[in-house]
């Protein structure tokens, strides 16, 4: 009986080891340290996280710091803490980009999945927002024509528009368009060298999105004359940080394009 019972132990053995090697592979290993350099890059597996402090010399003070917390499968896990005193303008959009099957045609892509969950946490008003950021180009790889933005929150920012009301607010080309479960403002206007289409949600935030973005871009070159012969050049998702002190914590951060 004795035996039998460490035979049949010896047999289980391999198995009760294997499984937590296996779960333990799943979480890809990656550079979990801190960054806080002006144009700092780390790669972990699909996404490259861009420091990207563009704006900073406009900046009286301040900095953008990030790290990887973990990766699992396509799931990225990112904290992002920013402060920025002085100046106009955005300091730093510290993001995630994507880095597989870019520059295909809008009328070739299929789907754009996409998953973030965040936090933030904020010293003070801030003026930020958190949004994916999207590009397109009349070629492969080319130079940007189009900027696209779905913003899941905005505080106290506002986007690029070429209309105003008359107490100075933004004007929507479009209002309460529902797209991935939401309803969205859309805006259109210029940053001087792109044009820029904003989707900013009607009210609140999206601190859970989980939807295609695609479907995003199928209503612009639907509704608001974007080209489909564009290529699709840049996707991201960050925080554009203009003032105040944020940590922005994304426990689930996925995009694959399809
Ligand atoms: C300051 O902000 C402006 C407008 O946002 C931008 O064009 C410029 O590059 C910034 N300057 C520096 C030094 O970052
Ligand atoms: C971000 O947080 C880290 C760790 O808590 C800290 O060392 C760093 O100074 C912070 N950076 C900013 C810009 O707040
Ligand atoms: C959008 O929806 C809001 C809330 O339901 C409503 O107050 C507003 O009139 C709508 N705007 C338009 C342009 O339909």
């Not at 002006?38 to 563009?54: N, P, R």
């Not at 506002?158 to 859309?186: C, E, L, M, R």
Request: aromatic share 10%; charged share 10%.
């Amino acid at each position: 009986m004795f035996s039998k019972t460490l035979s049949a132990l010896l047999l289980l053995a391999p198995f009760v080891l294997a499984a937590p090697a296996e779960s333990f592979d799943k979480r890809q290993s990656i550079d979990t340290s801190q960054h806080c350099g002006q144009w700092d890059t780390v790669a972990a597996g699909q996404y490259t996280m861009y420091l990207d402090q563009w704006g900073m010399g406009n900046a009286s003070g301040g900095q953008s710091c990030a790290n990887l917390v973990s990766l699992s499968g396509t799931n990225l896990a990112w904290r992002n803490n920013w402060t920025w005193q002085g100046g106009n303008g955005v300091k730093s959009y510290t993001n995630i980009n994507l880095n597989s099957n870019l520059n295909k045609q809008l009328s070739a892509i299929r789907s754009i999945n996409a998953k973030w969950t965040w936090s933030q946490s904020t010293s003070g008003s801030i003026v930020a927002n958190i949004a994916y950021d999207l590009f397109t180009s009349s070629s492969a790889g080319g130079s940007n024509q189009n900027e696209i933005m779905v913003w899941l929150a905005n505080f106290n920012a506002g986007p690029i528009s070429f209309q105003y009301n008359s107490d100075g607010t933004p004007k929507p080309v479009a209002s309460n368009v529902s797209i991935a479960g939401h309803s969205w403002n859309v805006y259109s206007g210029s940053n001087g060298a792109n044009n820029v289409f904003s989707f900013l949600p009607t009210s609140g935030t999206v601190p859970s999105f989980s939807g295609d973005l695609n479907l995003f871009l199928k209503y612009l070159t639907s509704s608001q004359g974007l080209s489909s012969s564009q290529y699709l050049t840049t996707v991201q998702g960050g925080s554009e940080a203009t003032s105040g002190t944020a940590t922005l914590t994304s426990s689930t951060y996925s995009v694959s394009i399809a």
